[in-house]
């Protein structure tokens, strides 16, 4: 199988590298097509979003990717942004799950975001109106709430879960954030068997700060889903340990909820925890769930035992040697 490989820059190239030996080492038989995207791009293409990688990603339908750097306030817009644009990838799906060994706030947190990923104030369409005054414009659409609406619903009965809520500024934005949360409820009357609510998005914040065990799948516009993703990461041990999918109708692209990390990058510190998550997510995608499973357990293992841990979990391994330990597993389950 054909899988296209973007592994980033920062700390995306060190996961991307422990992720791909782990899952070789599963015995799958996978091709990989690399491509580079943002800075490194932009310096040998060009273009932060070369056409050749899209084109990639739309005839092998599936790519592994690592966090690209965006420039802060200047300098060129997301990559990962684009990427979501250019292939419709209207839905972002980052599961929270307390994991075994992992030293966290909480425990038995079980929790599914999924954000709206090509609108909102995400879209980036801002203007300068006169010299010292910017406009950002919060672009909402029935189409694409009604969109994201059905996709959190249909994987809540897809996947066994029993309520849906959705999370907004409706008192304040009566007609942007009004229309995202009539539109969850439109959908919501046609799934009679999930339970359906609503929470105002700062009260949601201090709700999962407080009692993150209650909650099930939160359906969320882009900002809003963008930074509670980070704050569910909180809960359960850190942005090292939440992956991420981004899906459409024709295409996946598979990444941690983290970004590039230039604090720690290039220095074999980095946790591959997220990314690999976001991996066993896409092997479910491609329907290897044996794979899905060995890795998961091999993981847990490694992760449980605790001999072996990344600095953000309160351990001295690199990155290399946290991929080892699991590869070292995945060895073992096979004899
Ligand atoms: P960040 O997620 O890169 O880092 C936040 C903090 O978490 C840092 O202290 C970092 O060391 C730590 N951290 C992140 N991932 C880790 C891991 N795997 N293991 C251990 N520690 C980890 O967020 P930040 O600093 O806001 O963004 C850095 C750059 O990444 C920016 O240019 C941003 O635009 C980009 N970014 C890219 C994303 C993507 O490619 N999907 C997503 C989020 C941010």
Known sequence: ??????????????????????????????????????????????????????????????????????????????????????????????????????????????????????????????????????????????????????????YARAHGRRRVTAVHKANIMKMGDGLFLDSVRKVAAEYPDIVSDDRIVDAMCMQLVLDPQKFDVLVLPNLFGDIVSDLCAGLVGGLGVVPGANLGSDAAVFEAVHGSAPDIAGRDLANPTALLLSAVLMLRHIGEHAAAERVMAALSAVLTDGQVRTRDLGGTAGTSAFADAICARLARSES
């Open 1 to 154: 199988m054909k899988i296209t490989l973007i592994p980033g820059d920062g700390i995306g190239p060190e996961v991307t590298a422990a992720v791909v030996r782990i899952l070789e080492r599963t015995g799958l038989a996978l091709e990989w097509e690399r491509h580079e995207a943002g800075a490194v791009a932009l310096e040998r293409y060009g273009v932060t979003l070369p056409e050749p990688l899209l084109e990639s990603i739309r005839r092998n339908k599936v790519a592994l990717k690592g966090p690209v750097t965006t420039p802060v306030g200047t300098g060129f817009t997301s990559v990962n942004v684009g990427l979501r644009k250019a292939l419709d990838l209207f839905a972002n799906l980052r599961p929270v799950r307390s994991l075994p060994g992992v030293p966290a706030r909480y425990e038995h947190v079980d929790l599914v975001i999924v954000r709206e990923n090509t609108e909102d104030l995400y879209a980036g369409i801002e203007h300068e109106v006169v010299p010292g005054v910017v406009e950002s414009l919060k672009i909402t659409t029935a189409a694409s709430c009604t969109r994201i609406a059905r996709f959190a619903f249909d």
